[in-house]
């Protein structure tokens, strides 16, 4: 019988040797336009209070509130934009758009609602009490305030925020390119019709997709057949032109089985079976620093490696510190069958009804079933020194929709 020379190590062993060797990319200054999604590389502080002068939160008139005078004058409007220089004394009021700077003396506004004005004389409706309807200086940021922390994920407030500060610009960890590759004789591209024996490609475009949805930038090198050479030639060039590569095929134990002999020679092999199911033969290199991953050929175990190993990694690359999914405990709905020996990765939809997970599987589970992944929403984390459940039975159910949060260790079984 031949043997892996790689030995079988465990989930939590492997991220231990990913995380060993895995870096953020190098900050760069990037326009506030292209970074939807990225982490922040520096502390933002604001140089002025906005508002910068006191402004009339609504459309109405300035005014002194302890004036008593039945009747004021309208003396002037001051809309949003230019501060006119104006000044309310008792007795008069100016006219004022919401967003407009506060006339010199006034320290209220009425609502246009409140009042009545006719030939130039205002009568005002209501009580009003200073400060009503102004907002104050800094009342939305403070000069000196930290805006964002460095690490924060920049989403549509964020990047309003940053705007609103005059940052054109900000530091942020860019956007990890990844290249991908499919290997495999057998392998055609998916506008061609198979002749017998002959299969489509479906990896490579679900794995760019996948690093798309992680918020990277792929980079599709194609097919490359089972020849050392070609192969070779390939690897080096996605080397070149990326920030992290993946092969997928071409890591099991067959004589055209070209990858890990390939990135040992090239670079150096961190591991090559992890004792998952499926996605036995994840091998994981680096060549010349860069992170190389050789995804499984099947389908199911080629996404799956990727959710669980790539994606956490593809973040640490990106600055994320929330590198994990959330897991909880879910019911299962039905009897599960699943053999000991390694942690397995069921597909199941998850649903929650009165506080309590239920989940149910998505049918069949084999590793070229890429329907089993369709429509599921949670991986549910079978241990590997338990077999056969049964229905009612709770296993950790990682939820593979919701976004990452942090500190959970891969392979963990207490979910939050
Ligand atoms: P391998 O790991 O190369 O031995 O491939 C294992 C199985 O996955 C084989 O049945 C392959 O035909 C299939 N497979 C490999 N690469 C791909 C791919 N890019 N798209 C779809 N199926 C693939
Ligand atoms: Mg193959």
């Known amino acids: 019988m031949t043997e892996s020379p790689y030995p079988l190590i465990s989930i939590e062993e492997a991220w231990r040797r990913i995380a060993a060797v895995v870096r953020p990319l190098r900050p760069a200054l990037q326009p506030i336009g292209t970074v939807l999604g990225r982490i922040l590389a520096e502390d933002v502080i604001a140089d002025e209070s906005i508002p910068a002068l006191p402004s009339s939160a609504m459309d109405g008139y ?16 001051q809309a949003a934009g230019r501060e006119k220089g104006l000044h309310v004394v008792a007795g008069t009021a100016v006219r004022i758009m919401t967003g407009a700077p506060l006339p010199q003396g006034a320290d209220a506004v009425v609502l246009v609602e409140d009042a009545i004005e006719q030939d130039g004389l205002l009568r005002v409706l209501t009580a009003i009490s200073a400060g009503e309807y102004v907002r104050p200086v800094g009342q939305d940021l403070a000069a000196g305030d930290l805006v964002l922390s460095k690490g924060s994920l920049l989403g549509p407030p964020e990047i309003g925020l940053l705007a609103a500060v005059g940052r054109a610009e900000v530091l942020v960890y860019p956007r990890p390119k990844v290249a991908v590759m499919a290997t495999g004789d057998e392998l055609i591209p998916p506008h061609c019709k198979p002749k017998p024996g002959e299969l489509r490609d479906s990896n490579s475009y679900a794995l760019c997709a996948a690093i798309e949805a992680a918020g990277c930038e792929p980079l599709h090198l194609g097919i490359i057949p089972d020849d050392e050479k070609a192969l070779r030639t390939a690897i080096l060039d996605g080397v070149a032109h990326a920030d992290m590569l993946l092969t997928s095929g071409g890591v099991s134990m067959g004589r055209l089985d070209f990858v890990k002999p390939l990135l040992a020679e090239l670079g150096k092999v961190h591991f090559g079976r992890v004792a998952i199911k499926p996605g036995k033969p994840l091998t994981f290199a680096t060549l010349q620093d860069l992170p190389v991953f050789g995804l499984p050929g099947f389908p199911v175990s080629s996404l799956l490696s990727f959710e669980n190993f790539v994606r956490p990694a593809l973040r640490l690359i990106g600055g994320h510190r929330a590198l994990w999914r959330p897991r909880v405990h879910a019911r299962l709905r039905h009897y599960l069958r699943h053999s000991t020996g390694r942690t397995e990765f069921q597909r199941a939809v998850v649903t929650e009804e009165d506080g309590l997970y239920w989940a149910e599987s998505t049918g069949l589970q084999v590793s070229g079933r890429l329907k089993s992944l369709v429509g ?9 020194d338990v077999d056969d459940f049964e229905r009612g039975d709770e296993v950790v159910a990682i939820l593979i929709d919701r976004p990452e949060i942090e500190a959970l260790a891969p392979g963990s079984s207490d979910p939050r």
């Open 62 to 77: 300035a005014v002194i509130a302890g004036d008593r005078a039945p009747r004021l004058r309208v003396i002037e409007e």
């Open 376 to 384: 599921a929403n949670a991986l549910l984390q079978l241990p590997a």
